[in-house]
């Protein structure tokens, strides 16, 4: 198998916004490496939709899985999203296949720290302000054999079942490992918290935040899809793709675009 290679990456992503109209952008550095935005505005007013990923470097599947999104199913909603999207935001991670970042830091704890890594400013100076109604957060479950997603969600109808559903015609779901906590039942994490409380409550209870607890800040609906890094990286990249493509018809639906 190949080696994860940014250039390559950097490469495709040009190539992705020249073909779409959109905008890549060089925003932070860090370890050495280039950290970039893809923004693809869409209509004038469209609603934003995110997607992030490469946060953990030992997740391959993640930006492989954006990228084969961006070339061939992103075309089809442009005329109805403004997408943004954080491709790679641990590149020294994933060349060296290392989940944390040069001084062994996890970026996905970082979000409430001051001062915070670059990867993490860059992601708060351009989501500050804005709206999204939906974020996807893409990971990977080295461990696991089956697919699982978080959905954490104060009012509406979840995604979960259609993205199960979905994901399970490229292969399995997760149905928990022993002494999982929270558990997780075919596919979705059984969250246990309080439905008293807001998420935005829940997380400032919290002293350190992974992106998605940033998220509940700035997004109506956020999830985080783990596809099982036990199985092949095509099987995994075609599970991302299916986690992008279901998230944005759903979020379509629920809009009434
Ligand atoms: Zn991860």
Redesign the pocket.
């Known amino acids: 198998m190949r080696k994860p290679d940014y250039d390559d990456v950097i490469e495709r992503l040009h190539a992705v916004a020249d073909d779409y109209g959109g905008q890549l952008t060089q925003y932070a550095e860090a370890d050495g490496y280039p950290l970039y935005h893809l923004d693809l505005p869409g209509p004038e007013g469209a609603p934003r939709f995110l997607l992030s990923a490469g946060?953990?470097g030992e997740?391959p599947g993640?930006t492989t899985g954006f990228l084969a999104w961006s070339e061939h199913d992103l075309a089809k909603w442009l005329h109805i999203f403004h997408i943004e999207a954080f491709p790679c935001l641990n590149p020294w991670g994933f060349e060296r296949g290392i989940?944390y970042d040069a001084v062994e830091r996890d970026l996905?704890r970082c979000f409430k720290d001051d001062p915070a890594p670059p990867a993490v400013q860059m992601v708060r100076r351009l989501t500050e302000g804005k709206r999204y109604a939906m974020a996807v957060d893409m990971?990977?479950?080295c461990d696991y054999y089956g697919f699982y997603v978080y959905e954490r969600l104060e009012r509406g109808p979840n995604v979960a079942p259609a993205l199960l559903q979905r994901i399970a015609l490229e292969g399995p779901l997760s149905y928990g490992e022993e002494g999982d906590e929270p558990p997780i039942e075919q596919g979705l994490v059984r969250m246990q918290w309080p439905k008293d409380k807001t998420l935005v409550q829940l997380a400032a209870e919290r002293p350190k935040w992974p992106l998605a607890f940033y998220l509940y800040h700035v997004a109506d609906h956020v999830i985080t899809v783990?596809t099982p890094g036990l199985q092949p990286l095509d099987v995994r990249v075609r599970m991302q793709r299916a986690a992008a493509e279901t998230a944005l018809s759903f979020t379509q639906r629920r809009l009434g675009l």
């Open positions: 946060i953990h997740e993640a989940r996905n990971h990977e479950d783990e």
